[in-house]
C-alpha cells in the first residue's frame, strides 16, 4: 500500500486484513512495539520517527523479511508503509523471489496534502489495539477511550505539524518515486482516498477483484 502519511493506509488495510484474513504487516506499527517494549530497534527507530524521517533501510529490510518467514503468511498478506524507498522495493522484490511470491496489487492511496495535515494533526490512535479516530470526523464515543478495547487513545508524537511536513518531505523525496517503480511492473492501482473511509474500501474491492 503506497500513500503519504495520513492517507489512510492503516485504516485501510485493518479492513483489507480482516475482511481477506490476510495479517496487516505494518513497519511503522512494529516499530512502534519495540519501542513500547524498549527494544534496541525501537529505541534507534525512534531517533528517525521523531524527526519525521524514514528509518534506515538496513534496519526495516531485516524487520519484514523476519515477518514474511512468518507461517501466517503463506496465504498472502497486506504491506502498510513497506517498502518506502527504492532500495526497499528491490529488497522486497529478492525475498518473495525466493519465496516464490507474487505481488498482486500494489494500491496507490491518493489524498492532497493539505487534508493529510488535517488528518494526522487531529489523530487519535488506540496503544492496545491500533485503532485509529479523528477527532472531527470520526470521535470515540468516550473521549481518550478506544471504542473497539477500551484502550488509552494518545497522539503519535510524529503527528505534530512540524513532523508531519517533514514526513511528507521524506514521501516526496523517497517515497514517491515507487509510484513510476510500480507503474512500469504494471502493479499500480490509483485509489481515491479523500473519499469515506467505507467508500475508499468499496474501491479498494473493487480493484482487487478486478
Ligand atoms: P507509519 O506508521 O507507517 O506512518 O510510520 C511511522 C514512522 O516509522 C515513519 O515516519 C518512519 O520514521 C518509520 N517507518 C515506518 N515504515 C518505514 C519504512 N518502510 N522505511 C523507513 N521508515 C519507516
Known amino acids: ?40 530497534l525501537g529505541l534507534k527507530a ?14 526495516v529490510i531485516d524487520i519484514v523479511k523476519d515477518r514474511l518467514e512468518n507461517p501466517d503468511c503463506r496465504d498472502g498478506f497486506i504491506l502498510d508503509g513497506f517498502p ?28 492532497p496534502q493539505d487534508v493529510v495535515v488535517k488528518r494526522l ?35 503519535r508524537d510524529d503527528d505534530s505539524e512540524e513532523t508531519v511536513l517533514a514526513r511528507l518531505e521524506e514521501y516526496a523525496g523517497k517515497t514517491q518515486p515507487l509510484i513510476e517503480y510500480y507503474s512500469r511492473e504494471g502493479l499500480l492501482w490509483d485509489i481515491d482516498g479523500s473519499a469515506e473511509p467505507d467508500e475508499v474500501f468499496e474501491e479498494i474491492r473493487a480493484t482487487v477483484a478486478g
Open 121 to 155: 494533526t487531529a489523530r487519535r490512535t488506540c496503544g492496545s489495539c491500533g485503532s485509529i479516530y479523528h477527532l472531527l470526523y470520526d470521535p470515540p464515543r468516550v473521549e481518550g477511550v478506544c471504542d473497539d478495547c477500551g484502550g488509552e487513545l494518545y497522539r
Open 84 to 111: 518506502r524507498t527504492v532500495a526497499q522495493a528491490d529488497a522486497l522484490k529478492g525475498m518473495l523471489s525466493e519465496m516464490g511470491i507474487y505481488i498482486d496489487h500494489v494500491l496507490n492511496i491518493q489524498v
Open 1 to 40: 500500500m503506497l500513500g503519504p502519511p495520513g492517507a489512510g493506509k492503516g485504516t485501510q488495510a485493518e479492513r483489507i486484513s480482516i475482511s481477506y484474513s490476510v495479517p496487516h504487516i505494518s513497519t511503522g506499527d512494529i516499530f512502534r512495539e519495540n519501542l513500547r517494549q524498549g527494544t534496541a
Open 46 to 59: 525512534k531517533e528517525y520517527m521523531d524527526r519525521g524521517e524514514l528509518v534506515p533501510d538496513a534496519l
